[in-house]
């Protein structure tokens, strides 16, 4: 199990009703992402997670 907890949101701005939270599970170093509900377009990116008693806030945009 890893120690690593948190959630990764992915908002478009193009379109709300498409934006969705993805909690953190990964398998190895990986995390995998439905592909169903990823469009083409530009994504923005929050992953916000914990690690022991660290907190960490990521952010970036891509296109996909």
């Known amino acids: 199990e890893s120690s690593i907890k948190g959630e990764i949101f992915f908002q478009r701005l193009s379109n709300e009703?498409?934006?969705?939270?993805e909690p953190i599970a990964l398998s190895?170093?990986?995390?995998?992402?439905?592909e169903d509900k990823l469009v083409?377009?530009?994504?923005?990116i929050?992953?916000?997670?914990?690690?022991?008693?660290?907190?960490?806030?990521?952010?970036?945009?891509?296109?996909?």
Request: no cysteine; aromatic share 22%.
């Open 17 to 21: 009703k498409l934006d969705f939270t």
């Open 40 to 44: 083409s377009g530009k994504w923005i």
């Open 46 to 64: 929050k992953i916000d997670w914990k690690t022991g008693n660290d907190e960490y806030l990521f952010k970036d945009s891509w296109f996909y």
């Open 28 to 34: 190895g170093h990986e995390q995998l992402i439905p």
